[in-house]
């Protein structure tokens, strides 16, 4: 049984369909990249499975149960978009790594120590355990994605989806999550990742599906790079539309 | 000296006593709140359901009821009303607040013309609060809704922190963030209707926000924010009717302006305390990669 099966999935915006008849499955412990150009829809897609935007058609069903039943949450770790350091209050690096846990406690009980070891445990991962107590705002945007991907893996997830993870992300920062997946991967865990670049984080991927202009163009093997993306010091650099910043993408980010 | 004793003297009224009791009790608890509407970008909503607090004060004059369950009952529906529409509609949230803001003082302005005996002098009271009127039984309203509120964001401080943070990531996480979201707006309802006889709408929405936003500054964790915030709450809300009584003026402005001049004072100590840290940095950022293009030569 899949852990993710996508049939014949349509989701409009305005009238106008972002994604067109996508079929997608994800089977336990498969690691699978959705690629494709900005704009190809991708993005949609993975927020259609995470249930923020609505199916205007097709269906979709979460470990086996259709999505508007699904109520084990907190099987799925879900790494939303980065959208920039700008927050209101200060939170800790813990603090939001803790929210990863938040779907395992009752309402306003403590945690107890298996949260506590979670959360502890993740940020060890992502290599932050010494910035735990410091705040989010303070940390470069590398930093603060690898909070977002600790909060992921807090949940303890069965799948893990990922949208554009090393948008803006320095190169060494790639490295180290692309070890902290592989590790996931080889626990049995189900990666769904988004990208529109390869590297580090791809190396390790089954099987990859691309999607141009709202369709499956692709499904099976990940494709390998071309001219001179293929020379491995290429560094793939250029602005778009869903990063943070025209600026941070030029630059490699901070 | 002598100043101390006689502002000390003013505490042997009682009505001075339950101004005291009732503003500290706003100030710390008003920034428990507060927090979370920071957070999530709603620093004005008090300030909004205090407008349409209005006409649940007006309907209280018009039937003849407690104006304070009619304010309760009207912002408490207001507060549904506005959450639907912040999510299920299409209307930007900010024109949908902004009908419902105009609507509520025009709406309490009408209501009170019509029951023109009590006049709209009356209203003012609501709007900037007659603390030195009010009597045991409206201290103990703002007590027991205080103490309540209070312990319910105490306790699901680290829900309600990850709605106001990330509402997109909360769904996917599995929270009841539609039922978290209505609460949170429900408890500012019941904050502002059940103090603003007291201390103004003024006053209170003043102190759901200045405290958070001054020590926020300082403060690296949420709970730190809010646990400091509240410190602050009540401190301000303490010397703002001690001040007050020292130059016999309206405790509420007094508090508010004491906030707003705490509030400037750390925001200028905080930019210096930046400066400095930039220079001493905690976390470096990681060595950034290479850059990859030929700059032009500077004399070109």
Redesign the interface.
């Known amino acids: 049984m899949p852990v993710l099966n996508v049939r014949g999935a349509t989701v409009s915006y305005g009238g106008r369909a972002v994604v067109r008849g996508v079929d997608l499955a994800v089977e336990p412990g498969e690691a699978v990249a959705l690629m494709g150009a900005n704009g190809s829809g991708k993005s949609t897609l993975i927020k259609a499975v995470?249930?923020?935007v609505p199916l205007a058609g097709g269906s979709i069903a979460l470990f086996g149960t259709p999505q508007k039943r699904f109520?084990?949450?907190?099987r799925?770790g879900?790494v939303?978009q980065r959208t920039g350091a700008a927050?209101?209050?200060?939170?800790?690096a813990a603090?939001?790594v803790?929210?990863?846990r938040?779907?395992h406690?009752f309402?306003?009980m403590p945690p107890n120590r298996a949260d506590r070891e979670s959360v502890t445990r993740s940020l060890a991962e992502v290599g932050l355990a010494d910035?735990a107590?410091?705040?989010v705002d303070?940390?470069?945007g590398?930093?603060q994605q690898r909070v977002l991907i600790a909060?992921a893996l807090a949940?303890d997830p069965e799948l893990l989806i990922m949208d554009e993870p090393t948008v803006g992300v320095?190169?060494?920062?790639q490295a180290a999550l692309a070890t902290v997946v592989a590790d996931r991967i080889d626990a049995g865990c189900a990666v769904l990742l988004v990208t529109h670049e390869l590297g580090p984080l791809t190396d390790r991927l089954d099987r990859a599906v691309v999607l141009a202009d709202g369709k499956v163009v692709h499904d099976g093997a990940p494709p390998r790079p071309v001219g001179e993306h293929a020379d491995p010091h290429h560094?793939h650099?250029h602005p778009h539309a869903n990063g943070d910043s025209a600026d941070e993408a030029i630059?490699?980010?901070? | 000296m002598n100043l101390d004793l006689s502002i000390l003297d003013y505490f042997q009224y009682e009505f001075m006593q339950r101004a005291l009791i009732s503003a500290l009790v706003v100030g710390l608890c008003a920034p428990a709140v507060g927090?979370f509407l920071?957070?999530?970008?709603l620093a004005l909503i008090g300030d909004g359901l205090g407008h349409i607090a209005l006409t649940g004060v007006a309907i209280g004059f018009l039937t003849g009821a407690s104006p304070m369950w009619t304010t309760l009952a009207v912002t408490v529906a207001a507060s549904i009303v506005m959450e639907i529409l912040r999510s299920h509609s299409k209307t930007s949230g900010d024109v949908a607040l902004a009908m419902m803001f105009y609507g509520g003082i025009a709406g309490g302005v009408y209501l009170t013309g019509i029951a023109s005996d009590k006049g709209v002098a009356n209203l003012q009271q609501y709007l900037f609060g007659s603390l030195l009127t009010a009597g045991w039984d409206e201290v103990w309203a703002i007590a027991i809704g205080g103490a309540v509120v209070a312990a319910l964001m105490l306790?699901?401080r680290?829900?309600l922190?990850?709605i106001?943070?990330?509402e997109?990531?909360?769904?996917?996480?599995?929270?009841?963030v539609a039922a978290l979201n209505l609460l949170l707006l429900i408890t500012t309802a019941v904050t502002v209707s059940v103090s603003m006889r007291a201390v103004g709408l003024l006053l209170v929405s003043a102190l759901l926000v200045i405290p958070?936003v001054t020590v926020?500054q300082f403060?690296?964790?949420?709970?730190a924010?809010m646990f400091t915030a509240m410190g602050a709450g009540f401190l301000i809300a303490g010397a703002g009717v001690l001040a007050s009584a020292a130059k016999d003026v309206p405790p509420g402005s007094t508090i508010v302006l004491i906030g707003v001049a705490v509030f400037v004072v750390t925001a200028v100590l905080a930019a210096l305390v930046r400066r400095v840290r930039r220079v001493r940095r905690?976390?470096l950022?990681?060595?950034?990669?290479p850059?990859?293009v030929e700059l032009p030569a500077a004399n070109a």
Request: net charge positive; charged share 20%.
């Open positions: 995470a249930g923020l109520r084990a949450w907190k799925i879900y939303p927050s209101g209050v200060p939170s800790t603090e939001v803790s929210q990863g938040l779907a406690r309402l306003g910035h107590h410091c705040s303070t940390l470069s590398g930093q909060r949940t320095d190169a060494e920062t560094d650099a630059w490699g980010g901070k | 927090v920071v957070q999530k970008r306790v699901l680290p829900w922190a990850a106001c943070a990330d997109q990531y909360a769904r996917v996480s599995g929270l009841p958070v926020q403060t690296r964790s949420f709970k924010t905690a976390h950022p990681p060595e950034g990669e850059l990859e």
